[in-house]
C-alpha cells in the first residue's frame, strides 16, 4: 500500500469509513476528514466473504467515501499475529473491489476502550457485543485522523 504520509497531503475531502475486522464481526465507522471526528456506524454481522462484501459495498455506495481505513491488529510487542495477515488482507480486498485508497492503521488496545467505553455507560453485557465492533471502529478512524491532524 502507498505511503500513508504521502497520501494523505494530496488526499481528497470527504467521507472515510473505518472497519474493525473479525471472523465473526466487522465494526464500521465514518468521519469527515474535514472535522476529523470518528462516530460509531454499524455492526456487519456475519462470517460469509459475499455477505460481508455486500454489506460493504452497501454502505460504500450510500457514503461514497473518499478513503477505507483497516485497523491492524498486533500484539502489544508490536509482532504480528494470524489476524495481521487477514486484516492485511482485508484492506487488499477493500481496496481491489471498491477502487479506493485503503489505509492499515494499528489497533492495539481499541477493543479494549471500548469496552470500558460500554463499561461507563453500564453496558458490557453479550447482547452489546456489536456495539464494541463499532466502538473500536470509531477508535480506529480518530486515530488516523489524530495521526493526520497537520497532514
Given at each position: 500500500?502507498?505511503?500513508?504520509?504521502?497520501?494523505?497531503?494530496?488526499?481528497?475531502?470527504?467521507?472515510?469509513?473505518?472497519?474493525?475486522?473479525?471472523?465473526?464481526?466487522?465494526?464500521?465507522?465514518?468521519?469527515?476528514?474535514?472535522?476529523?471526528?470518528?462516530?460509531?456506524?454499524?455492526?456487519?454481522?456475519?462470517?460469509?466473504?459475499?455477505?460481508?462484501?455486500?454489506?460493504i459495498?452497501?454502505?460504500?455506495?450510500?457514503w461514497?467515501?473518499?478513503?477505507?481505513?483497516?485497523?491492524?491488529?498486533?500484539?502489544?510487542?508490536?509482532?504480528?499475529?494470524?489476524?495481521?495477515?487477514?486484516?492485511?488482507?482485508?484492506?487488499?480486498?477493500?481496496?481491489?473491489?471498491?477502487?479506493?485508497?485503503?489505509?492499515?492503521?494499528?489497533?492495539?488496545?481499541?477493543?479494549?476502550?471500548?469496552?470500558?467505553?460500554?463499561?461507563?455507560f453500564?453496558?458490557?453485557?453479550?447482547?452489546?457485543?456489536?456495539?464494541?465492533?463499532?466502538?473500536?471502529?470509531?477508535?480506529?478512524?480518530?486515530?488516523?485522523?489524530?495521526?493526520?491532524?497537520?497532514?
Open positions: 500500500m502507498p505511503n500513508a504520509r504521502r497520501e494523505t497531503r494530496n488526499a481528497p475531502a470527504g467521507t472515510v469509513l473505518a472497519f474493525d475486522f473479525g471472523e465473526k464481526r466487522i465494526g464500521v465507522a465514518m468521519g469527515e476528514t474535514a472535522l476529523k471526528m470518528a462516530h460509531p456506524l454499524t455492526t456487519i454481522q456475519a462470517t460469509r466473504n459475499d455477505t460481508r462484501f455486500l454489506a459495498g452497501k454502505l460504500i455506495a450510500e461514497q467515501p473518499v478513503r477505507l481505513i483497516v485497523g491492524l491488529p498486533k500484539h502489544m510487542d508490536g509482532t504480528e499475529h494470524t489476524m495481521t495477515g487477514r486484516c492485511r488482507r482485508f484492506a487488499q480486498q477493500l481496496q481491489g473491489r471498491y477502487g479506493l485508497p485503503a489505509e492499515l492503521v494499528d489497533e492495539r488496545l481499541t477493543s479494549a476502550e471500548a469496552q470500558d467505553m460500554l463499561r461507563g453500564g453496558r458490557a453485557g453479550k447482547q452489546d457485543k456489536h456495539l464494541i465492533d463499532q466502538l473500536a471502529a470509531q477508535r480506529i478512524l480518530q486515530a488516523y485522523f489524530d495521526q493526520h491532524a497537520t497532514a
